[in-house]
C-alpha cells in the first residue's frame, strides 16, 4: 500500500498538479459563463458588433419608408410639436398615397395646445359671438382621430419610470397568447413602472397601439429591441411588432416557450425569433438615406408615390434638437425611428439573427472539449506545436463562430469558450516556464563562475548564438524616416507622454507591415526603422517583399492619419499628417551578430546598407515616399509601378546609380495614366541626358499638363531647375548625364 507521500509523487508525475489547476480553473470559467459575468457578456456582444460591422445586413428590398420630421420640415411648419391638424392631413395624403400602414414614432400625450375651445378660452379681444365659433369647431384632437380612424394607424407610446397618472382601463390593449412550456423560468421583461399613452380619443380609434421606447446596453449601444415590453403592468408590444400585427390582421400576438423562457413571437404568418427575454437581436444595414422622406413633402403632395405606395410608413425624426438619435453597432449616430425601421425589415425579410437558448450549452460543450485536449495534450508537446495547437483551437472556435453567423445568422459566441481555452493554455505554458526556469538556473549556477552574466543568461536562453561573425548575402535593405518630425514633435513640447504614444501608434503598424512581409526589423533610430529582407531565413522574392512592405506600410499610415484628424476635428491634439520616406536597395551584405564578447545584435553592414539609407534621404526631393536602388526595382519592375528618376552620384560613393520610385502596385503599373507619364518621363529623361535641353523641357509641360493629379510636381521642379543651371552652364565634355548629390 503506498504511502501518502508516494501517491502525492505518483500523482504529480502521472497526472501533474497544473492539470489539476486547470480542471478546477475550467470548472470555474463555466460557473462565471452561466452567471453571465458582465466582462464576459461584454466581450460577447462586442464581438457580435464586429460581425455586423464586417458584415452587415444587406437589403434586398425597402418594405419601410420613413417620414422625417427633419430640420427643413421645421423650418418650413414650425417648431414641435404641430397642431394635428397638420398631422391629421399628413395621415390623409399618406393613406390617399396607399401607405400599408402608418405608425407613429412620437406621443400625443396631451391635448393639442392650438385647439380650438383654448384659442377660445386664452385669446384675448374676442367678441363673444366668435368664442362661441370656436368651441362650436371640432377639437384638432378629433380631426386627427377622424384620420386614424379611416387609415390603418399605430400609435406609440412610452414607458415611464415611475406612474404618472392610474391607467383608463376603457382604452384597449393589444392580446397576448403563449405557448409551449414556461419551465420554472419567467422571462425578464423590461419593465416600467408607468405609462405615457396617447389622447383617449386617438388611443380609441387606432388599430394599434405600441410602445416605442429602445432601450440601449450598458454600454450605451442598441443591439436588441425588446419586442415585448411591461409598463405599468400590462404586457406591451414594441412599435413594430405592433405594426406588423396590424398588417397581418390578426388580434392577438403570440408568445412561444421553451425551458429557457421565450424563443420567438409571433403573429400571423410570422415568427421572429428572440432572446429568452424577449429581445430581438437586430441584424442591422448600413444606415439608407434613401427611404427617408422629408414631412414637409408629404403635406405639400411633392412626395414620390413610389416611396409610399404599398409600403410600412414610419413617422418620427431625424432632427438633432429633437433628440432622438441612437448608437448601433454599424452606426454611432442613428435615428430611433430607423432602428425601428431596421426590426421591420429584418423581420419582413426573414434576414434576422437569433441567439439561441441551446447557444450557451454549445459554448460549454465546446470550452469543456477544447479545455480538456488542452490539459491532456499540452503538456507533452514542443512550443513549435503548442503555438501551432493554439492558432488551430483559435481558429477552429473563430470559424465556426463566423460560420454560424454568416451562414445560419446564428450569434454563438466563441470569446467564452477561447478565454476559457486560452486561460488554461496560458496557465500550462506558465507552469512549463516555471520548470524550464528551473532547468535554466541549473545552467547559470554551473557557469556562472567562469562567464560573465550576459553571456551566461545567453547561453540558457540559446547558446547557438554566441558565435560572433557572420555571412556575406545578397539582401534588401530598408531605411524609413518620418518627415518633418521636429514639428510634430514641437506640438508636444508639453505632452511628452502624448508623444511617446504618437510614436508607439506609428512605429507599431509599419513594424507590422514589415514583418507580415518577412522583413527583420535590425532597429529602430527614434522616429526612424531599418529592416532587411533574406536574413537570417532565406526569403527567394525579398524585393518583392519589401516593396510590398514599403507600399504597405504607406497604407498603414494613411490610415492612421485619418483616425488622427477625426480625433483632432472631436477634441483632440492638432492634427499635423505623418508622412514617411522610404530606401530600398538591394546588395551583397555581411550579415550576423555584430559586437562584442559581452554585448552583440544581430545586424547588417555593407555599401548597399549605406545606399539605402541615402535613397530613403533623398524620397522628399523627388517627390516619392519610396525610391529604390536600380537591382531592387528591376526585380520588382513586373509587379509594380516602376518610375526611373535619375542617375545619381551618392556622397561618398564612386560608381552612379539609376534610382526608381516604386509608384504603386500591378493595378497602377497598368493604368493608362501611369503609363502616360512614365512615357513622358522617360522622353524627358532621354532628352535631358542626350543635352536637349529645349526637348526636355517641352516634355515636362508636356507631363505638367497630363500630371493632373500634380504627382510629378517635385521632379519636373528639380530637373527644371537643372536644366536652366545647364543652359547657363554646361556641364563638361564627358558628362554621362549622372548627378552628382551634395548632401547624404
Not at 419608408?65 to 417648431?79: A, W
Not at 359671438?129 to 377639437?139: C, D, G, Y
Not at 387609415?151 to 397618472?165: F, Y
Request: aromatic letters at 8%; a neutral charge; hydrophobic letters at 45%.
Amino acid at each position: 500500500m503506498r504511502r501518502p507521500k508516494s501517491i502525492r509523487r505518483w500523482f504529480g508525475r502521472k497526472f501533474g498538479y497544473s492539470r489539476l489547476v486547470c480542471l478546477i480553473l475550467l470548472i470555474g470559467l463555466a460557473a462565471l459563463r452561466i452567471s453571465d459575468f458582465a466582462p464576459i457578456q461584454e466581450l460577447r456582444v462586442r464581438t457580435f458588433d464586429f460581425y455586423q460591422r464586417f458584415d452587415p445586413r444587406v437589403k434586398t428590398a425597402r418594405p419601410v419608408t420613413i417620414v422625417d420630421i427633419d430640420e427643413p420640415s421645421l423650418k418650413k411648419l414650425g417648431q414641435w410639436p404641430w397642431p394635428r391638424t397638420h398631422i391629421a392631413d399628413m395621415v390623409i395624403n399618406l393613406a390617399n398615397l396607399g401607405a400599408l400602414a402608418i405608425a407613429f414614432d412620437v406621443v400625443f400625450s396631451e391635448p393639442d395646445r392650438l385647439n380650438p375651445d383654448v384659442a377660445a378660452n386664452t385669446m384675448r379681444y374676442l367678441d363673444e359671438l366668435t368664442r362661441s365659433k370656436l368651441r362650436e369647431l371640432p377639437s384638432n384632437d378629433q380631426v386627427l382621430a377622424d384620420a386614424i380612424r379611416r387609415a390603418r394607424v399605430v400609435l406609440g407610446e412610452t414607458g415611464l419610470p415611475s406612474v404618472v397618472s392610474d391607467i383608463d382601463k376603457e382604452l384597449p390593449f393589444t392580446g397576448f397568447a403563449s405557448l409551449g412550456d414556461k419551465g420554472s423560468r419567467e422571462p425578464r421583461f423590461f419593465e416600467f413602472d408607468g405609462l405615457l399613452r396617447n389622447v383617449p380619443v386617438l388611443e380609441k380609434v387606432a388599430a394599434g397601439r405600441g410602445l416605442v421606447t429602445i432601450v440601449p446596453e450598458r454600454d450605451g449601444i442598441v443591439r436588441r429591441v425588446p419586442m415585448v415590453l411591461l409598463a405599468q403592468g400590462h404586457m406591451m408590444p414594441s412599435l413594430s411588432l405592433e405594426m406588423l400585427r396590424v398588417i397581418s390582421g390578426t388580434s392577438t400576438i403570440l408568445a412561444k416557450y421553451d425551458l429557457n423562457g421565450i424563443k420567438s413571437i409571433g403573429v400571423r404568418g410570422l415568427d421572429i425569433p428572440t432572446d429568452k427575454n424577449g429581445q430581438f437581436w437586430v441584424h442591422f444595414a448600413r444606415q439608407d438615406p434613401s427611404i427617408y422622406v422629408s414631412a414637409a413633402s408629404i403635406l405639400d403632395g411633392t412626395a414620390p408615390v413610389d416611396k409610399i405606395r404599398g409600403k410600412l410608413v414610419l413617422i418620427g425624426t431625424s432632427a438633432a434638437t429633437l433628440n432622438d438619435l441612437k448608437t448601433t453597432p454599424v452606426s454611432s449616430v442613428m435615428p430611433g425611428v430607423e432602428v425601428h425601421a431596421q426590426v421591420l425589415e429584418a423581420a419582413l425579410s426573414h434576414a434576422v439573427l437569433a441567439q439561441p437558448n441551446y447557444a450557451i450549452g454549445i459554448e460549454l460543450l465546446g470550452a469543456f472539449i477544447l479545455g480538456l485536449l488542452v490539459i491532456v495534450f499540452t503538456p507533452n508537446l514542443g512550443p513549435v506545436t503548442l503555438v501551432a495547437v493554439g492558432a488551430l483551437f483559435a481558429t477552429l472556435l473563430i470559424g465556426t463562430s463566423w460560420y454560424f453567423y454568416r451562414e445560419q445568422r446564428l450569434l454563438i459566441d466563441f470569446t467564452y469558450p477561447l478565454l476559457s481555452t486560452t486561460a488554461i493554455y496560458l496557465t500550462l505554458i506558465f507552469a512549463s516556464f516555471v520548470r524550464e526556469q528551473a532547468q535554466r538556473k541549473q545552467v547559470r549556477d554551473q557557469f556562472a563562475q567562469y562567464m560573465s552574466p550576459v553571456l551566461v543568461e545567453q547561453l540558457a536562453q540559446s547558446p547557438e548564438k554566441l558565435r560572433l561573425g557572420g555571412e556575406e548575402r545578397e539582401m534588401t535593405i530598408m531605411f524609413s524616416d518620418v518627415r518633418g518630425f521636429t514639428t510634430i514633435s514641437e506640438s508636444y513640447k508639453s505632452d511628452p507622454q502624448g508623444l511617446t504614444a504618437l510614436m508607439n501608434r506609428f512605429l507599431t503598424p509599419l513594424t507590422n507591415a514589415i514583418l507580415a512581409r518577412k522583413g527583420y526589423i535590425d532597429k529602430y533610430m527614434g522616429d526612424a526603422i531599418m529592416a532587411f529582407w533574406n536574413a537570417p531565413l532565406d526569403d527567394e522574392a525579398h524585393e518583392i517583399n519589401a516593396c510590398n512592405a514599403a507600399i504597405d506600410m504607406l497604407e498603414k499610415i494613411d490610415e492612421l492619419n485619418t483616425t488622427r484628424e477625426q480625433e483632432s476635428k472631436e477634441g483632440g491634439p492638432p492634427f499635423i499628417p505623418i508622412n514617411v520616406g522610404v530606401g530600398l536597395n538591394t546588395g551583397l551584405g555581411v550579415v550576423g551578430n555584430m559586437g562584442s564578447d559581452l554585448k552583440f545584435n544581430y545586424s547588417v553592414l555593407g555599401d548597399s546598407v549605406n545606399l539605402a539609407s541615402r535613397l530613403e534621404g533623398q524620397s522628399k526631393e523627388y517627390g516619392f515616399p519610396i525610391i529604390a536602388g536600380s537591382r531592387t526595382a528591376l526585380a520588382a519592375k513586373d509587379k509594380f509601378a516602376i518610375l526611373e528618376l535619375d542617375f545619381i552620384m551618392v556622397k561618398g560613393k564612386t560608381e552612379p546609380e539609376v534610382i526608381y520610385a516604386i509608384a504603386g502596385r500591378e493595378d497602377v503599373a497598368q493604368s493608362g495614366r501611369f503609363q502616360r507619364l512614365r512615357n513622358l518621363t522617360i522622353e524627358m529623361l532621354a532628352c535631358y541626358r542626350s543635352r536637349d535641353w529645349e526637348g526636355a523641357l517641352a516634355s515636362i509641360e508636356r507631363g505638367r499638363r497630363a500630371d493632373e493629379a500634380g504627382t510629378l510636381t517635385y521632379l519636373y521642379k528639380l530637373y527644371e531647375a537643372r536644366i536652366l543651371d545647364y543652359q547657363k552652364n554646361p556641364p563638361p565634355d564627358d558628362w554621362n548625364g549622372a548627378f552628382a548629390l551634395l548632401t547624404k
